[in-house]
């Protein structure tokens, strides 16, 4: 990843630039530092890969809502390097550009950028989904071994309230050394299949270098709270009569109960919006699924009583 540098300083552009502003940029950069513009550069080659992961994070519209509401550290708690890549392709750029249109990860780690001029033999390097980590020569003469295999992968299932309000966890490991035992700290509002990045928590090879642990989160049911993306469902029974002719009732929340006012003639299975109740600091909303509560048993006054009201057409 790009480490502590701001994805939009990367590309030399404001917080508030459009669509159109950030792919200028992007363009403008990466014709600048292309490696097949600049062979043998490894500063120049580095700083390619850094503006095109900025470009895959700024240019999708749900990544950059992301970066921007919790900065580079918790967006990089959030996305490994495989979600900020994922189903990205500047192919038909590059090839405007004069670059052909193979994509981005050929041109990088091989394919048609790594051919280099004077007749030099292609490296023989091996590519993974962290964009810049390379088998080095050193790692060669002990034995190639491909850095996502240093990689380790881990299911960690918590509690519905753990993902609302964050927790800290402590999981055993199994790596090529032994158990190894790691704290992870769960940040708040993380969803089901979301990934955590923990760097250098993964296994070592004979140089000494560690790969990352990645850490898919797996988020249990509630009894009471349903979640989808940002906004958080509930039900709630309301009597016939409270449906005919309106009532407030009390409904669960994550902040605790709250009273919400049920308008008159409210039909069964409609929502009311909580706004601002739903995933904290995420931006979402509360809905409350009204269900009218049809009796199956009536007393003979109920009978009664319902018979006087068809007599008034209701």
Same mark, same amino acid.
């Not at 917080?15 to 992007?26: G, P, V």
């Not at 409904?251 to 109740?277: A, N, W």
């Given at each position: 990843m ?7 300083? &990367?590309?030399g ?12 940029a ?21 700083? =390619?890969?850094? $503006? ?17 509401? =919790?900065?580079?550290?918790g967006f990089q /708690? ?13 192919g038909?750029?590059f +090839?405007?550009l004069?670059f052909?249109?193979?994509? $981005? ?6 394919? /048609?950028?790594?051919k ?11 590519q ?19 850095v996502?295999?240093?990689? &380790?992968h881990?299911?960690?299932?918590i509690? =519905?309230?753990?993902?609302i309000?964050g ?17 992870? +700290?769960?940040?708040?509002?993380i ?20 790969g ?20 958080l ?14 009532t ?11 009273r919400v006012?049920?308008p ?5 299975h ?5 706004k ?5 600091? /995420? ?9 009218i509560? $049809?009796?199956?048993?009536l007393? *003979?006054? /109920? ?7 068809? +007599? *008034?057409?209701?």
């Amino acid at each position: 990843m790009a480490g502590k540098q701001d994805y939009y300083e &990367l590309l030399g552009v404001s917080k508030t630039a459009s669509e159109e502003e950030i792919k200028k940029a992007y363009r403008k950069l990466a014709l600048k530092f292309h490696p097949d513009r600049n062979p043998g550069n490894k500063e120049a080659e580095e700083r =390619f890969k850094l $503006i095109n992961e900025a470009y895959a994070v700024l240019s999708d519209t749900e990544k950059r809502k992301q970066f921007d509401s =919790f900065g580079m550290g918790g967006f990089q /708690q959030r996305y490994s390097e495989e979600d900020i890549f994922r189903g990205f392709n500047v192919g038909d750029l590059f +090839k405007d550009l004069g670059f052909g249109g193979g994509d $981005i990860f050929s041109m990088i780690f091989g394919g /048609q950028g790594g051919k280099r001029a004077g007749g030099r033999q292609q490296r023989q390097q091996q590519q993974s989904w962290d964009f810049g980590d390379y088998i080095t020569r050193e790692q060669q003469q002990h034995g190639p071994q491909a850095v996502q295999d240093l990689d &380790l992968h881990y299911e960690l299932e918590i509690p =519905f309230m753990d993902s609302i309000h964050g927790a800290e966890k402590r999981i055993s490991l199994a790596t090529q050394s032994g158990t190894e035992e790691v704290n992870v +700290k769960i940040p708040k509002g993380i969803a089901s299949g979301k990934k955590l990045r923990l760097k250098g928590k993964g296994n070592q090879d004979r140089t000494g270098r560690r790969g990352n642990l990645y850490i898919t989160m797996k988020v249990g049911e509630h009894p009471v709270f349903k979640r989808t993306g940002n906004d958080l469902f509930v039900t709630r029974e309301v009597k016939l009569t409270d449906a005919l002719l309106g009532t407030v009732v009390e409904v669960p929340s994550i902040d605790g109960p709250k009273r919400v006012t049920i308008p008159p003639g409210v039909k069964s299975h409609s929502k009311v919006r909580l706004k601002g109740l739903g995933i904290p600091d /995420q931006g979402g909303d509360e809905y409350v699924e009204i269900i009218i509560d $049809i009796p199956k048993k009536l007393t *003979e006054k /109920q009978k009664t009583l319902l018979e006087e009201l068809r +007599k *008034e057409g209701l």
